[in-house]
Nanobody
Framework: QVQLVESGGGLVQAGGSLTLSCAAS????????MGWFRQTPGKEREREFV??????????YYANSVKGRFTISRDLAKGTVYLQMNSLKPEDTAVYYC?????????????????WGQGTLVTVSS
């Protein structure tokens, strides 16, 4: 069974940068897709897709709201996925979750991801 543990959240000023990490353990991932989602205060049931990457081929996907500012990557040897966040804005404030799915072609939405981490809080001050 896959387990995911996020780290790297914190407080940063607008315009700053932060890198989140997601350490994955358990079974091998093969063609899994790894994703980052975020949940803002007041939207407890809704996790917004941020970015995703295929574990094997490294193909990346981004939400329009973060394209050009965020970069997702993975380190196969370390079993870790990263989210480099630059030019952060107050509206990026959220709890960020790492997740994975074994579904190779399903839409990148919350319901299609099977395993989730515990989340890490990112706060961007203006």
């Amino acid at each position: 069974q896959v387990q995911l543990v996020e780290s790297g959240g914190g407080l940063v000023q607008a315009g700053g940068s932060l890198t989140l990490s997601c350490a994955a353990s358990g079974r091998t991932f093969g063609s899994y897709r790894m994703g980052w989602f975020r949940q803002t205060p007041g939207k407890e049931r809704e996790r917004e897709f941020v970015a995703a990457i295929t574990w094997g081929g490294g193909r990346t996907y981004y939400a329009n709201s973060v394209k050009g500012r965020f970069t997702i990557s993975r380190d196969l040897a370390k079993g870790t996925v990263y989210l480099q966040m630059n030019s952060l804005k107050p509206e990026d404030t959220a709890v960020y979750y790492c997740a994975c799915t074994s579904q190779t072609t399903a839409p990148l939405t919350q319901g299609n991801f099977e395993v989730w981490g515990q989340g890490t809080l990112v706060t961007v001050s203006s």
